[in-house]
């Protein structure tokens, strides 16, 4: 490990990126919170969930669809998907060039109204990007490879209902503190949501016990103990469990604001040692994941501030994006150096195991990351056609 703790790598970078900022130290924490992200959807990727994910799309509560809140990855069943070479004239390739070189496969666009997204601008790939939507559906788009003088494009139709939901929660604290006022905020913040957009709502008993409900569209129920009865709603076919069920997946990191040390410095990871906040979380997602220091700091070390001679594209990228004279972020969730993209997916592919070891289940309690991922597809697989019919 490059570095003891997250809080000196706060410190490193806030001295060597961002120097030149009104806050350093702030700034370097807000850059981190986007590596959280960045390494989360990477993940994503390397899972083979590409074509399912969105980002930041708007959810609506569960029985109250006036109400919408923006997620940073929510996955969608694909409803129909086409591959398509395009020419690579120029330096952009725009949402409205898609569309042209897609109505002669016979792709039918009907209902559908054209984004003014660019999938690719100046060398900068937009990741999940969205060139039309529908009453009930987004048409995505994402580089598949590139062959000769032509791009090969993946182009897919989502459903507008989700089967999942990612969000990403990191918060910094000032110097001299163990943790700040914003850190319950964001707990708060994550848990609220985490329990309002899907079919399957937690209730506790007077015992203390964590129970399951959900719905049916006759009004009838089913209550069981939470773990239980999400496990049976994955593994189901039944339409009336599945059609408004959102499995909701927490990332956090940086353990001064999640997790008390022990007296050694030593981080324990069993229920008692967790911090409130953590318990919020813990209790509101259905899987919670823990962003460990290492797993951090191998990111950051390995492949932003001294990566080998073939990855030193991601430092530059990365450098690039933080600079006083920065034109343009091009190391985000959303917007992603296209050379840099290619590099992040070959190392998430090639150390694909190292990487889930950078992950601590926080709950459901005795889970594995493997066990998440085979829910993931499982869910995936659904026939959703006929679910959400």
Same mark, same amino acid.
């Given at each position: 490990?490059?570095?003891?703790?997250?809080?000196?790598?706060?410190?490193?970078?806030?001295?060597?990126? @961002?120097?030149?900022?009104?806050?350093?130290?702030?700034?370097?924490?807000? +850059?981190?919170?986007?590596?959280?992200?960045?390494?989360?959807?990477?993940?994503?990727?390397?899972?083979?969930?590409?074509?399912?994910?969105?980002?930041?799309?708007?959810?609506? =509560?569960?029985?109250? &669809?006036?109400?919408?809140?923006?997620?940073?990855?929510?996955?969608? &069943?694909?409803?129909?998907?086409?591959?398509?070479?395009?020419?690579?004239?120029?330096?952009?390739?725009?949402?409205?060039?898609?569309?042209?070189?897609?109505?002669?496969?016979?792709?039918?666009?009907?209902?559908?109204?054209?984004?003014?997204?660019? #999938?690719?601008?100046?060398?900068?790939?937009?990741?999940?990007?969205?060139?039309?939507?529908?009453?009930?559906?987004?048409?995505?788009?994402?580089?598949?490879?590139?062959?000769?003088?032509?791009?090969?494009?993946?182009?897919?139709?989502?459903?507008?209902? &989700?089967?999942?939901?990612?969000?990403?929660?990191?918060?910094? $604290?000032? =110097?001299?503190?163990?943790?700040?006022?914003?850190?319950?905020?964001?707990?708060?913040?994550?848990?609220? $949501?985490?329990?309002?957009?899907?079919?399957?709502?937690?209730?506790?008993?007077?015992?203390?016990?964590?129970?399951?409900?959900?719905?049916?569209?006759?009004?009838?129920?089913?209550?069981?103990?939470?773990?239980? #009865?999400?496990?049976?709603?994955?593994?189901?076919?039944?339409?009336?469990?599945?059609?408004?069920?959102?499995?909701?997946?927490?990332?956090?990191?940086?353990?001064?604001?999640?997790?008390?040390?022990?007296?050694?410095?030593?981080?324990?990871?069993?229920?008692?040692?967790?911090?409130?906040?953590?318990?919020?979380?813990?209790?509101?997602?259905?899987?919670?994941?823990? #962003?460990?220091?290492?797993?951090?700091?191998?990111?950051?070390?390995?492949?932003?501030?001294? &990566?080998?001679?073939?990855?030193?594209?991601?430092?530059?990228?990365?450098?690039?994006?933080?600079? =006083?004279?920065?034109?343009?972020?091009? @190391?985000?969730?959303?917007?992603?150096?296209?050379? +840099?993209?290619?590099?992040?997916? +070959?190392?998430?592919?090639?150390?694909?195991?190292?990487? =889930?070891?950078?992950?601590?289940?926080?709950?459901?309690?005795?889970?594995?990351?493997?066990?998440?991922?085979?829910?993931?597809?499982?869910?995936?697989?659904?026939?959703?056609?006929?679910?959400?019919?």
């Amino acid at each position: 490990m490059g570095y003891e703790s997250v809080d000196k790598l706060q410190s490193v970078l806030a001295h060597e990126v @961002f120097s030149h900022t009104k806050d350093p130290k702030k700034a370097a924490g807000r +850059a981190l919170g986007t590596l959280v992200e960045i390494i989360t959807y990477y993940l994503l990727k390397t899972w083979g969930l590409n074509d399912s994910v969105s980002i930041e799309r708007g959810l609506a =509560e569960y029985g109250n &669809p006036a109400i919408n809140h923006n997620v940073e990855y929510s996955l969608h &069943p694909v409803a129909r998907s086409v591959f398509l070479a395009i020419e690579a004239a120029g330096q952009s390739i725009t949402s409205n060039a898609i569309l042209k070189a897609l109505r002669p496969t016979g792709f039918n666009l009907i209902g559908f109204e054209r984004k003014n997204n660019q #999938l690719i601008s100046n060398n900068i790939l937009r990741n999940a990007c969205t060139i039309a939507t529908s009453e009930n559906s987004f048409l995505l788009c994402s580089i598949m490879s590139r062959s000769g003088s032509k791009w090969v494009l993946h182009i897919y139709e989502q459903s507008k209902q &989700p089967y999942a939901m990612i969000e990403c929660k990191r918060v910094g $604290v000032e =110097e001299g503190m163990t943790k700040g006022p914003q850190t319950i905020e964001k707990a708060k913040q994550g848990a609220y $949501v985490a329990r309002m957009t899907s079919s399957l709502q937690k209730i506790r008993s007077e015992s203390g016990e964590m129970q399951g409900i959900i719905y049916k569209s006759d009004g009838s129920h089913i209550i069981k103990p939470y773990v239980d #009865l999400m496990e049976e709603v994955v593994m189901s076919s039944d339409k009336e469990l599945l059609r408004k069920f959102i499995l909701s997946i927490g990332v956090v990191s940086n353990h001064g604001n999640w997790i008390k040390k022990s007296s050694s410095g030593i981080l324990d990871f069993s229920e008692e040692n967790f911090q409130k906040e953590l318990l919020v979380l813990a209790q509101s997602y259905d899987w919670l994941l823990f #962003l460990t220091d290492k797993g951090l700091s191998d990111f950051i070390d390995k492949l932003l501030l001294r &990566p080998v001679p073939k990855l030193k594209i991601l430092r530059d990228t990365f450098l690039s994006s933080y600079t =006083e004279s920065k034109r343009k972020n091009q @190391f985000t969730k959303v917007q992603m150096n296209i050379q +840099a993209d290619a590099l992040l997916l +070959a190392y998430f592919h090639k150390n694909r195991s190292a990487v =889930e070891g950078w992950f601590n289940i926080i709950s459901p309690s005795r889970k594995s990351l493997s066990e998440l991922k085979a829910s993931l597809e499982k869910l995936r697989k659904k026939n959703w056609e006929t679910i959400l019919s």
